[in-house]
Nanobody, 123 residues
Framework: VQLQASGGGLVQAGGSLRLSCAAS????????TGWFRQAQGKEREFVAA????????YYADSVKGRFTTSRDNAKNTVYLQMNRLKPDDTAVYYC?????????????????WGQGTLVTVSS
């Protein structure tokens, strides 16, 4: 599975961005998808995840109520809608997939990773 994350950029605090994670190579709709981010000088952290079967979602407390992940299996694409962005959201955002029906929040559980897309939120 190859993953291509896109949609990052520079935005002012309070603004919005939508990230996309497009998959190719295998059927995407049997994979759970996760979003992670890594700020400069910090470890990569979990942001959000979505299951493939019923689109169950799970969010880190730091983004709950501001970020929404969704999927379009027909397009082999998962999205991360980010609203009310804060400077602390500045990071490289990665998408990852694992073949399971569950929502997965553990980084080590994921099998395939995209290359990351940079999100910069200015104050």
């Amino acid at each position: 599975v190859q993953l291509q994350a896109s949609g990052g950029g520079l935005v002012q605090a309070g603004g919005s961005l939508r990230l996309s994670c497009a998959a190719s190579g295998r059927t995407f709709n049997t994979y759970a998808t996760g979003w992670f981010r890594q700020a400069q000088g910090k470890e990569r952290e979990f942001v959000a995840a979505i299951s493939w079967c019923d689109s169950s979602t799970y969010y880190a407390d730091s983004v709950k109520g501001r970020f929404t992940t969704s999927r379009d299996n027909a397009k082999n694409t998962v999205y991360l809608q980010m609203n009310r962005l804060k400077p602390d959201d500045t990071a490289v955002y990665y998408c990852a997939v694992v073949m399971t029906i569950r929502v997965v929040t553990t980084e080590a559980s994921y099998d395939y990773w995209g290359q990351g897309t940079l999100v910069t939120v200015s104050s």
